[in-house]
């Protein structure tokens, strides 16, 4: 049967229409944190220069609550036609083994696109608290156990698991207090609310540099280039070791094509001039992975956080 010429010309029109269509309207970027915080610093610097580049609105919507848990199950319950995506972070990696009932899996119900960043966390506390260095910390929480206070963006986040592996190590007992993001933390940092934190580096490194915190120590086992005066906790406490991570993903179903395009994308804009200097006067290292390191990355981690939810009795019934 010969198909008419108007027809095969169709054809070719549908085919070139479908490659060319994504994305066909505004991408929704959802943050389970509130303004301000790492994640979201990320996901707007990134999410700017996709627009740019795809000619589509990428929109940031901060979805705060449950330790960003809130976000990811309506990024998971989205459809999968790549107008919803998630910028995450370490975050919810770290929920898988404390949360009884997070109403997602963070491998089943996502596909992984990119990790975008690596930062540092840094031990910071307000200016007028006594001690000066980690040693002077350690040996002021032992003097007042239960009394000094540090700030996390709630159960199971990055804060939290660096102030209990902290407390583990050290023998001491620091009270958290959680949050719904780096932003509000560094906020109520500044004003004294709470004296101490474990705060992700792009929102706190800005009032560290004006005075507003003194920045005690970072988490990483290295120093920070942004911060080369500041010791590392390890220096201290001999074997301490954490970081941050941000990555972005999409609801499982979603199509292979469109999770290849959005990693390039991200890729594409982690390699702009504007972004690199951003995110590098933030501290954050560009990891820039492709989908299966990505998915190898969560795998490795959610081992590692299991073990440390498990060591720290952190749980969530």
């Known amino acids: 049967m010969q198909i008419p010429v108007v027809l095969f010309a169709l054809l070719g029109w549908c ?4 490659g060319q269509a994504y994305p066909a309207k505004p991408v929704r970027i959802l943050v389970g944190f509130a303004p301000g915080g790492g994640t979201d610093i ?3 610097a990134v999410g700017a220069k996709m627009s740019e580049s795809l000619k589509q609105p990428f929109v940031v919507e ?3 609550g449950a330790n960003a848990n809130l976000a990811a199950r309506l990024a998971a319950e989205a459809p999968a036609d790549g107008y919803t995506i998630l910028f995450m972070s370490v975050a919810h990696i770290m929920s898988k083994p ?5 109403g997602y899996d963070i491998e089943r119900d996502f596909a992984p696109i990119t990790v975008v960043s690596e930062v540092s966390n840094v031990f910071a506390a307000h200016p007028s608290l006594p001690a000066k260095s980690v040693k002077e910390l350690i040996a002021l929480a032992r003097a007042k156990p239960g009394e000094l206070t ?5 159960v199971a986040s990055p804060e939290h698991f660096a102030g209990e592996m902290f407390k583990m190590m050290t023998k001491t007992n620091l009270l958290p207090v959680p949050y719904k993001g780096g932003g509000p933390i560094a906020i109520d940092l500044m004003a004294g609310h709470v004296m101490t934190s474990f705060s ?13 915190v003194k920045a005690l120590a970072v988490t990483k086992d290295k120093r920070a280039a942004v911060l080369p005066d ?3 906790i390890a220096e201290s406490v001999p074997g301490y070791a954490m970081s941050t991570w941000y990555g972005a993903v ?5 199509p292979r094509e469109i999770v290849v395009k959005l990693n390039q994308e991200i890729l594409k804009a982690l390699a702009d001039p504007e972004v690199k200097e951003r995110l590098a006067s933030l501290g954050a290292d560009i990891v820039a992975s492709s989908p299966e390191q990505t998915a190898a990355i969560f795998k490795a981690d959610i081992a590692k956080y299991t073990k440390v939810a498990q060591a720290a009795n952190i749980r969530v019934d």
């Not at 085919?15 to 479908?18: E, P, R």
């Not at 540090?150 to 709630?154: D, I, K, V």
Request: charged share 15%; aromatic share 8%; no cysteine.
């Open 15 to 18: 085919v070139t229409a479908y």
């Open 42 to 44: 990320m996901a707007r």
């Open 62 to 64: 901060n979805r705060p």
């Open 98 to 102: 404390v949360y009884k009932n997070l």
């Open 150 to 154: 540090y700030a996390t963006s709630g």
């Open 200 to 212: 992700t580096m792009p929102p706190i490194i800005p009032h560290v540099r004006a005075g507003r």
């Open 230 to 232: 500041v010791p590392t």
């Open 250 to 254: 999409a609801p499982s179903r979603t």
